[in-house]
Nanobody
Framework: QPHIVQSGGGLVQPGGSLRLSCAAS????????IGWFRQAPGKEREGVSC????????YYSNSVKGRFTISKDNAKNTVVLQMNSLKPEDTAVYYC????????????????????????WGQGTQVTVSS
């Protein structure tokens, strides 16, 4: 059964860095738009960053622009979110999701719309930024 496997996350002090990975098993990320989303307790889910599997174009929310970098490793069929200069407000459960290009998602649309990605959704990983 095709699925996503997330790894990374954990506890880090403010100003520190973490790396999240989203590995696709059983499907090719070149045919998907992939996003990282987060949800903190009592808050709505937020699209943090999204990337096109085909051309690498990307989108970042204003809250993470300049601090987070999304990239795709074609050899590993994986999308990575490098998070630098982390702040306590980045604390949340982070999810990776993917939507097939045949549904015509754009990187911005996948990140800003309320509906989650239609095809794949990871298991979630906790990121805690605290001193």
């Amino acid at each position: 059964q095709p699925h996503i496997v997330q790894s990374g996350g954990g506890l880090v002090q403010p100003g520190g860095s973490l790396r999240l990975s989203c590995a696709a098993s059983g499907f090719d990320l070149n045919y998907y738009v992939i996003g990282w989303f987060r949800q903190a307790p009592g808050k709505e889910r937020e699209g943090v960053s999204c990337i096109s599997g085909s051309d690498g174009s990307s989108y970042y929310s204003n809250s993470v622009k300049g601090r987070f970098t999304i990239s795709k490793d074609n050899a590993k069929n994986t999308v990575v979110l490098q998070m630098n200069s982390l702040k306590p407000e980045d604390t949340a459960v982070y999810y990776c999701g993917a939507e097939w290009v045949g549904r015509y998602p754009t990187v911005e649309n996948l990140c800003v719309r309320k509906d989650p990605p239609s095809d794949y959704w990871g298991q979630g990983t906790q990121v805690t930024v605290s001193s």
